[in-house]
């Protein structure tokens, strides 16, 4: 059964590959005007009015949940068929944020909640002669079986056969040093006061929580996006999932029990996206465990990550501008287990600097139909040659993050809509339409090949972050 979901995998990618090799040089229509102009006094300009909280409420009540529309664009048939996702809240809030900056206090915090009075060590580091005499009997296993022939799975793809074992031997001659200079000596902790990051922007500890492999701290300060925060207390069982195995908790525990460390380390409205079954390795046994996807709620609006469909601009050609780095949504998760939190990778919640307008004015749908056609012919792929389609399958309103005017480390809380979908051209097999839809369908984060500002329908660049 694995073997045919592989086969289905590869297929897969092959199509993907076969439809990007046949696609016009990718152009990306970038908004300047949302990077050059005052966005901000823009959004503080949309002041509310006595009847704004009516009239945000009465718009969103007019949304419909699907739409249905077919027009042409620039050569490329738009088939829209989509479900229609809206926020339930009487009004938009936009603020101006920046990424998260964890304090020395918040690192102390993380630490304490997942390993307690636990010791902490630097990963890599050997705590005890016998996890040195480990590695020593691992290193010449693996030796003898490339002085085999076989291939090494510790530098599998790293030089050739003889750079292999020179390495191998190389960390050999070190471990074996190192026993030798440890005698009974184990590891000293590390002080959780003395935790702090390194000159790379990480903080990378392990921690012996009482299952065969260490538990694992990652902190990464991240002055784009946010500093970020990973635990792990397991092994996934990536070629075990075959056999049998359970998860010894229902969902809804698994939901409450994530919930405690969302509370606790603060790290923001969030709100379950999608729940994962999945296996891991216990002790020697497969047992299972829920992965959990979140969305953030930033404003009255959701916060989630959304892939950006590269576009090509059809009707003229622009050099492309580079990307700054920004920040974007991100894919927040957390694992749980009967015994608890046994996984999260996460970033932290951005820093409100000011509210910027407590009561946002989006255009009506209506608008945002006539905006959809109006942008859609330069934002869509298009096949040469022959006819193009584009199917929106799922529409959002939720939030974004801007880039601030001429600040790429201050943003702006913006409303958007977005429109996903795939596409696909006339030629195309009817089975690799079929794979399209199916990825579409089973997606939990869907793929937008148009973003619009929910106030004025002017394009944004998820990728670009204006």
Known sequence: ???????????????????????????????????????????????????????????????????????????????????????????????????????????????????????????????????????????????????CGAQSSINEGDGTLDEQLSQLKEQLKKSEELYTAEADKEAAP??????????????????????????????????????????????????AVEGAWSVDISEEEAGNKAQEVIQALELGDLEIVGIEKKAQVVDGNIVGYYDISYKRKIGGLENFYLEEKTSVQTDRAEPLEEYSAHMGQTQDNIQVDASGVIGMNMNLPPRVIESINKDVAISSFDQMKEFLAANIMNKSWKAPGEKTYLKITQIYLSSMYVVNKNNNQEYLTVPVWDFCGYSYWESMPENSVYNLEKVDKESIYKTTYLTLNAIDGSVVSRQAGY
Request: with cysteine; glycine share 4%; net charge negative.
């Open 1 to 147: 059964m694995k073997r045919l979901y592989i086969v289905k995998l590869l297929c897969l990618l092959l199509i993907c590959t076969f439809i990007s090799g046949c696609q016009e040089t990718p152009q990306e229509d970038l908004v300047k005007n949302k990077k050059e102009q005052d966005l901000e006094q823009e959004m503080k300009a949309n002041q509310p009015t006595g009847e704004s909280y009516a009239q945000t409420a009465e718009i969103l009540e007019s949304v419909p949940t699907h739409y249905t529309d077919e027009f042409e664009a620039d050569g490329v048939a738009v088939l829209v068929d989509a479900d229609v996702h809206i926020p339930d809240t009487d009004k938009i809030v936009s603020e101006k944020v920046k990424p998260a900056a964890m304090t020395q206090e918040q690192i102390k915090q993380v630490i304490h909640y997942f390993v307690g009075d636990a010791a902490c060590y630097p990963i890599g580091t050997a705590v005890s002669k016998e996890e040195i005499m480990d590695e020593i009997i691992s290193l010449k296993q693996e030796i003898s079986l490339l002085e």
């Open 190 to 239: 590390i002080a959780v006061d003395d935790i702090t990051f390194d000159e790379k922007g990480a903080i990378e500890l392990q921690s012996d929580l009482g299952r065969a492999e260490k538990a694992r701290i990652l902190i990464y300060k991240d002055t784009d996006r946010g500093d970020r925060i990973e635990f792990m207390n397991y092994s996934p069982a990536y070629n």
